[in-house]
């Protein structure tokens, strides 16, 4: 998967898509440049190209087709047929997104997606045991209390 499709690119390009281009119920495969999608179909708008990827995973040389199965992967979807879970977000359908618009509700799990992935990255093993996450608002781990700044400063491992 190209390493260029993480959160921050989808965020950036569904957030300049208008409300009005945006579909639920249908992908809207269409190669019309101003018809409305949903998210998949904003990134890929042929049917047949995105089938092929599924059924080709190793096969190259399509970025539309897999900047869909990136978005569908990126969301913890498995990218199989009528089964999309980026589809059932856009429409509604997943009950942790009931925001207003498709749109809303990608961008919603996008977000999502980008606060679970910084909240991995904050975790750090300690002596004791305890894998932190860090509250930025106090400093403090949230599992063990241990403050961010009594900590000593570990040195990386050669």
Not at 7 to 15: Q, T
Not at 33 to 58: L, M, T
Not at 110 to 133: E, F, T
């Amino acid at each position: 998967m190209n390493t260029k499709f993480d959160a921050d690119y989808f965020i950036n390009k569904f957030s300049a898509i208008p409300d009005w281009r945006w579909l639920s119920g249908n992908i809207g495969f269409r190669d019309e440049p101003s018809a409305p999608h949903c998210a998949v179909g904003h990134c890929c708008p042929s049917e047949f190209r995105i089938r092929y990827f599924i059924e080709h995973p190793d096969a190259t040389g399509d970025e539309q087709a897999q900047e869909a199965l990136a978005l569908e992967r990126l969301l913890g979807g498995t990218a199989q047929v009528g089964s999309w879970l980026a589809t059932k977000i856009n429409d509604g359908l997943d009950p942790r997104y009931k925001h207003d618009s498709p749109r809303s509700r990608i961008l919603a799990a996008l977000y999502d997606v980008k606060q679970q992935q910084q909240l991995q990255n904050q975790q750090q093993p300690v002596q004791h045991g305890c894998v932190h996450m860090w509250l930025e608002t106090t400093g403090t781990c949230l599992y063990c209390c241990a403050s961010k700044s009594a900590l000593p400063v570990q040195e990386p491992a050669l």
